[in-house]
């Protein structure tokens, strides 16, 4: 039997980092949504014990460094569980793109595993052991629109954006998140979010102060590491779109649309810029998302 899991992508609307932890991190304060770009995961019993992984992308590790095995071996050893399992990913969300495919790869390991292997443990239960496995991990366990506060542990359900179109564009090089972190000097920071504000503007679900409040301190280290990120949110925006900003560390630039017809034009118009271009809707409200499992 085979059990699938629909893992999907997240966009910040806001990412803020405070200040810097004892322990090394970043303080950090982000408004993250779910989108209709997905993985999806196929999970299959096996009697030997072990982790196999499988991959349509060739650009993922398929040993201990993907995110969706570490998932599987944690919830083996924590339970005591003996049987092994075969990971399929089927690879359509962009990788090191500031879209969170690995996290989400691995909570939707915990939500299938979960399934398969009947551990009944609750949302809760599986947000905390998202935890251990990466910051973004917990909030795609949870999925819909959250503020994440902590290191991405402390999650607050918020009301769904505006109905409305996400165009994405991809530059053809990834980026390491640690690498931005790095680089970002808390105290040189010009510019931070309003994340209050964007949370009132999603309770009034009111699109122009949504598309107006986008903002993400790490913009400014990508933006002066990349200038063809910065060009490419600049067209963005000159080709019609709402509000633009790039999602996580980067280098993914999402610009918001109000009309279909409209998102398609601006996917034309970058498709001679940026091989890797999509227009999406949010996955915002509960029925739109995934079974969550439990
Ligand atoms: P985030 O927004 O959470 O920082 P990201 O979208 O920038 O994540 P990912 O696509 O998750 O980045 O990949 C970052 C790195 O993690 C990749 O370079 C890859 O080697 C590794 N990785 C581990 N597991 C996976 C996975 N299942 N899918 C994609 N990358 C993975």
Same mark, same amino acid.
């Given at each position: 039997m085979i059990y +699938? %899991?629909?893992a999907p992508a997240k966009i910040n609307l806001t990412? $803020?980092?405070?200040? *810097?932890? %004892? $322990? =090394?991190?970043?303080?950090?304060?982000m408004i993250m949504t779910t989108i209709d770009l997905a993985d999806r995961i196929d999970l299959v019993e096996t009697d030997d014990g072990r982790i196999h992984m499988d991959s349509t992308s060739g650009l993922v590790p398929l040993d201990e460094r993907n995110l969706a095995y570490r998932a599987a071996s944690l919830l083996r050893e924590r339970f005591g #569980? &003996?049987?092994?399992? &075969?990971?399929?990913i089927h690879k359509k969300i962009p990788v090191a793109a500031g879209l969170a495919g690995g996290s989400s790869d691995a909570a939707a390991t915990l939500r299938g595993l979960n399934r398969m292997w009947k551990l009944g443990l609750t949302l809760e239960e599986l947000v905390k052991l998202g935890a251990e496995l990466g910051s973004d991990v917990p909030y795609c366990v949870q999925m819909g629109t959250a503020l994440a506060k902590g290191r991405g542990e402390i999650l607050r359900p918020l009301p769904p954006p505006p109905p409305c179109w996400v165009v994405l564009? *991809? !530059? !053809?090089? =990834? #980026? +390491?998140?640690?690498d931005i972190f790095r680089r970002l000097d808390i105290d040189r920071i010009s510019a931070r979010p309003e994340t209050e504000k964007m949370i009132e503007a999603l309770s009034r679900s009111d699109y122009p102060a949504v598309c107006r409040l986008l903002g993400n301190v790490l913009?400014?280290?990508?933006l002066e590491m990349f200038p063809e990120v910065r060009r490419l949110k600049e067209r963005i925006r000159r080709y019609g779109a709402d509000g633009v900003l790039m999602s996580g560390s980067g280098p993914t630039v999402f610009g918001l649309? $109000? &009309?279909e017809s409209r998102a398609r034009r601006i996917v034309n118009a970058l498709r001679g810029f940026c091989r890797q271009v999509f227009a999406v809707r949010m996955l915002g409200i509960p029925e739109e998302l995934p079974a969550r499992g439990g």
């Open positions: +699938s %899991e629909k990412l $803020d980092a405070l200040h *810097k932890r %004892e $322990d =090394g991190y970043h303080e950090l304060e #569980i &003996r049987q092994g399992v &075969r990971i399929f564009a *991809k !530059p !053809p090089h =990834g #980026i +390491s998140t640690a913009e400014e280290v990508t649309v $109000d &009309r």
